[in-house]
């Protein structure tokens, strides 16, 4: 498959464990991000996204965290699994401009 | 409702040819956009197409051009290709700007240049 990214960080977690990944964006005009995750071989998949008029948003298992203050935003996964290995972007965008994506997070899933 | 779609799923090409990739979006979805991924750069935006016009475009020599068609089916053309060009080429697609974006990724089309 494809190699998203030789020297990628890489956060390694015990399966069943919470996993958190961090994500520093880059401007404070930004207004709206998504959290992708690619697995190999794969185009990047939609997981959860949250707007700037809001500081937490919760889906299944996942919950993501947005401080506009220090622009940062994590994605908390719970009782992680080994299908949730792969690589994790964040992505922000400007009232509709392009995206601008970070470098990706690799998770680990260790059994 | 079928994802996005792109074709071909590989290609190989050598230096100075040039290469047409094709993207049909989520049916509704009026946006594509294009991305160009490689493990040193990362993820990068190529340009957006809104009702067959391009709204946005990334930093990208005038060698890499794309359309829309009336049917939103998009594609994207790189003339005289160099070695630097291959990656995984990536198509997303989405609904209008409403303050929300999901954007949703096709599988990609990989280029290698040789």
């Known amino acids: 498959g494809e190699s998203v990214g030789l020297h990628l960080p890489t956060l390694s977690v015990q399966e069943g464990d919470n996993s958190i990944i961090n994500c520093a964006y880059s401007?404070?005009?930004?207004?709206?991000f998504i959290w992708y995750k690619q697995e190999s071989g794969k185009g990047p998949q939609f997981i959860i996204d949250?707007?700037?008029?809001?500081d937490k948003r919760q889906g299944q298992r996942v919950t993501v965290l947005l401080n506009k203050t220090v622009k940062h935003l994590s994605l908390q996964i719970a009782a992680t699994q080994p299908g949730d290995s792969a690589v994790y972007f964040c992505?922000?965008?400007?009232?509709?401009?392009?995206?601008?994506f970070g470098p990706g997070t690799r998770l680990s899933v260790l059994p | 409702k079928a994802g996005v779609t792109q074709t071909p799923r590989y290609l190989i090409k050598t230096r100075g040819q040039q290469v047409t990739l094709s993207c049909s979006p989520i049916?509704?979805?009026?946006?594509v956009s294009w991305y160009q991924q490689t493990p040193g750069q990362g993820l990068q935006f190529l340009f957006e197409?809104?009702?067959?016009?391009?709204?946005n475009k990334g930093n990208f020599p005038g060698r890499f051009s794309g359309r829309q068609f009336s049917n939103s089916r998009s594609e994207m053309n790189v003339s005289t290709l160099e070695l630097g060009d291959s990656a995984l080429y990536l198509c997303?697609?989405?609904?209008?700007?409403?303050?929300?974006?999901?954007?949703?990724f096709g599988p990609g089309t990989r280029l290698t240049v040789t």
């Open positions: 997303a697609s989405s609904l209008e700007w409403t303050g929300t974006y999901e954007q949703y």
């Open positions: 401007n404070s005009a930004s207004d709206y």
């Open positions: 197409y809104f009702s067959e016009t391009q709204r």
């Open positions: 949250i707007r700037s008029n809001m």
């Open positions: 049916s509704g979805h009026r946006s």
């Open positions: 992505a922000e965008n400007n009232y509709g401009q392009n995206f601008v």
